[in-house]
């Protein structure tokens, strides 16, 4: 059972773009919601994260959306730059009870 | 420089060959993770440990073992029962005893091919 659904598989964007990755949940327990971003080769590391008590939290060109009612986050990445290549992963987890479930990822490419 | 170091970066092993990864973390964190990621799969959790000598299995830990005798070693043995272990595996920790809310710091991964 896929606990965190994440989509699409793969993006392509044009310098200067709005890249948006979405992520769906079913666990209505989950609490916290971060975003991983992994280069080739190396491990994710952590980007940004929201926890359900806002809708909304915005870090530089990236910003999460979530919707508690429809189970549903989105990471959106403003005026996209080719250093933002990367593979994006969605998470979710019960605070203070279980390990992170992660998403299948998203390969975002950024072109000139 | 405090971080996760894994070791080795690549790994090649023959079939009916157990292996082992070693995952050390300098950062005085008391959970540890492993994660396997394969193309299109994301991250599985394989087994974690919230504290010394104690672990536990996460989703797919059939054909893998670990230890964790100190805090800031978590080494993970890929069996020979583990069907298809070809992969990319990451080793994680964070500061959060439950580990569920504080950040994952991730190693650079150990690639493993099965010859």
């Known amino acids: 059972q896929q606990q965190v659904k994440q989509s699409p598989q793969s993006l392509i964007v044009q310098k200067g773009g709005i890249s948006i990755i979405n992520c769906a949940y079913e666990n209505t327990a989950f609490d916290y919601f971060p975003w991983y971003q992994q280069f080739p080769g190396k491990g994710p590391a952590l980007l940004i994260a929201i926890r359900p008590d806002v809708s909304e939290k915005k870090e530089g060109r990236f910003t999460i959306s979530f919707n508690k009612s429809a189970k549903q986050f989105s990471l959106h990445i403003m005026d996209s730059q080719p250093g933002d290549s990367a593979t994006y992963f969605c998470a979710a987890s019960i605070e203070g009870n279980t390990p992170l479930v992660f998403g299948k990822g998203t390969r975002l490419s950024v072109i000139a | 420089d405090g971080g996760i170091t894994q070791s080795p970066k690549y790994l090649f092993r023959k079939e009916g060959q157990n292996v082992t990864l070693s995952c050390e973390q300098n950062l005085n964190h008391d959970a540890m993770y492993w994660y396997r990621q394969d193309p299109g799969q994301g991250l599985r959790l394989i087994y974690y440990s919230q504290i010394v000598n104690d672990f536990q299995k996460g989703d797919i830990a059939e054909g893998y073992s670990v230890s964790r005798e100190k805090k800031e070693s978590f080494p993970l043995t890929v069996t020979s029962a583990q069907k298809n272990p070809t992969a990319f595996y990451l080793c994680?920790?964070?500061?959060?005893?439950?580990?569920?809310?504080?950040?994952?710091?991730f190693g650079e991964g150990s690639r493993l091919t099965v010859l």
């Open positions: 994680a920790s964070s500061a959060d005893r439950e580990g569920a809310t504080g950040e994952l710091f």
